[in-house]
């Protein structure tokens, strides 16, 4: 029978995940490949004792030794960052190992590198595990809906931010308690700024807009809003008007120029992406020829994510078996016809909006908002005023008929810049 | 470059919409694959004209003639039922065709035969199709889920069941009227037997079981329920129960045995099985590793099902193109590990249940009702009884806590054996 040897970079959560799987696993991985997955070494930062399950697995702290081993034939990067995970994948590369990697920032970041020099080097990079964890959401772009025009992509693509959403919208705790929370139970990192401000999201909407069309896209690219902003009662105004709040990766592909962005977004409640709560992640795909599909399940965790590596990992131990290496180009489209592509401007987009203005108590100030918004052309569909905050400072809510983002920016200038605005205003769009 | 020609046996719905897939997508699935698909011929039962897009595509009327020709690289078979369909796919097969097809009645009754004969001549058999429309479901069992072991699946199957569902849970319609609508909207066929008996639900739910499991099932195994019984009153009341009604597929997979049945069933609201209206289909799908997944899509049509099969086209064209036939089993597991596995008996499964009964308006009949339900040890968890039907009789309705299925069928038979039923009594069970 023949035997696939796998090193490991970094036995984290993760990379012990991915362990736990393909130990749990090595009898089905038989039944279906005909090949046996050993995983033979780990690369680590210093010398340790991995548990008693992998006690047969070589602990490796030089990085040149566990490169050089002749018999590795499949090396997975589980160490996250930019470097040295960027040096090491490089590295594996020119020995001629395949890489699996689930490194969602490295590849949004340096991706094009990485896959040029796969490509000159004949392996193969998979990343099934980057985006929305244990979800065969690549596999689905890459093969599955290999014969479509992708036309639009919405994603909850991080658990961190759904999850804080979630909270905050059942128990009704403002946004800086669930992250504490959060944080203690081990759903958010000590600095959530990736998570929570949508940076992460940008990575991985980056990484599915590569492989869905083919483009090259560089995350700084994404407009990118995170959800702090965001307090209990936009989430109580929301299902009011029949919305949820999620935060959204939208993309939508216009053909010349194609749509990015990351912001939070009020989802009708008829949506599937509105149902979709807690740590979970879903994408919401539009193709040509398919329709409307939507992949739904964990976003993050040690065995789904870890069964994502190792389905990876199952994909090339096929493609080595069968001599076909490279049978699917990494990014779907052969590097050939991977092309930059315009991104819409920010400004041309046009959807409903939901603002909410935090006011003196005035007469007349709703009248003044009210006709600076309506002097942009900005139409207004229903408005809530009610009550007062604890300062005595007034909250007025305003829900718009489709709007220009251009417009809408101007409006606000011009509102802030009066004083009958006391505290920024939130601005959320909404999905239509 | 490199050219594929395939053939199509049969130019209706699904047919003529891969033959569109195919045209619409040539120069994508270039970009992707390196290759060319040509729709080189077709085989149909009359010489007859295909569209002006399709002018230089063959139309075969000789089977002979069409399976001979030694340019085609990929058959696919797209006539549905069993015969002349099986006897053109092992046509296919000892030419050394590969064969793609959606026919699930007669995989799931002929599977292994066909399958068999594949293996025998080295030649792939692709079914992305047969099952759920357009969800790249089956990839994602064989592939995307190869490291899991799959420990349940709940699926909506059936879109023309699932449409007439959700007609009558939003319109408070009658199953005949809203089949009657269905059938001349074409979302049901003439004769509906296989859509509302639940038998085409079983036939996906065969299918599924043997690559999720590694199975030989029949589908006569499958124990199977339609939605024919079911009225407004009993979806109005699973509503006030915070449920819907859906007919679900179910298999678990205990290990030594496996459970597989197919009936309406009441899901709670909470779950996004419940949220799945209209013709579509969803499967949640657990694994052990990756935990909760679910994949939702369109269920049929003719673009749908044909980015499904040509899905598959293109999956084959990567194998041919890098020598690489058979690189993922058909049935995922290698063939000498498919086993017969044991079905967990009907009699043996326990649920809560939904019972609703048509009782004469005697004093004492809820009180007969519930003390032989309690004499069988099926304990009550809500009772309600409210109006009268037209008929002046009075509609009784239970729901149970978890109960043996073996004890219910004794309870109800002996509670129809007395007169103080006058219809047949609607069972349906709860999802737990």
Redesign the interface.
Known sequence: MRTINVGIIGFGTVGGGTAE??L??VE??T????ARIVLKSVLVRSKRQLPEDFKDVQVVVDPDLFFADPELDIIVELIGGIEPAKTYILQAIKAKKHVVTANKALLSECGMEIFEAAAKNGVEVGF?GSVAG???LI??FK???????IKSILGILNGTGNYILSEMSEKGLPFKEVLQTAQELGYAEADPTYDVEGIDTAHKLAILMTIAY?MKIDPSQISTEGITDIEPIDINLAKEFGYRIKLLAISRNHGEHVEARVHPTLVPESH?LA??NGPFNAVHIE????????????GA?K??T???V??DI??IT??I????E????SL???PE?IEPRAITPLAELECPFYFRFTTVDHPGVLATIAGILGRHGISIEAVIQKGYLDNGHVPIVIRTHTACEADVAKALAEIEALDITTAKTVKLRIFV
Do not use: C
């Open positions: 799987v393909l749990a696993q089905r991985i039944k279906r490949t005909g099934e244990g979800i065969p596999k689905t093969e599955g809906l290999a014969t479509n025009k083919g599937l149902a979709v193709g040509d020829m398919v329709g409307d599909i939507l992949l739904y399940g964990p965790g065995l789904a870890g069964s994502a190792a389905a199952v994909d096929r493609n078996i069968h001599g076909a490279n049978r699917v180009s779907s489209y052969l016809y």
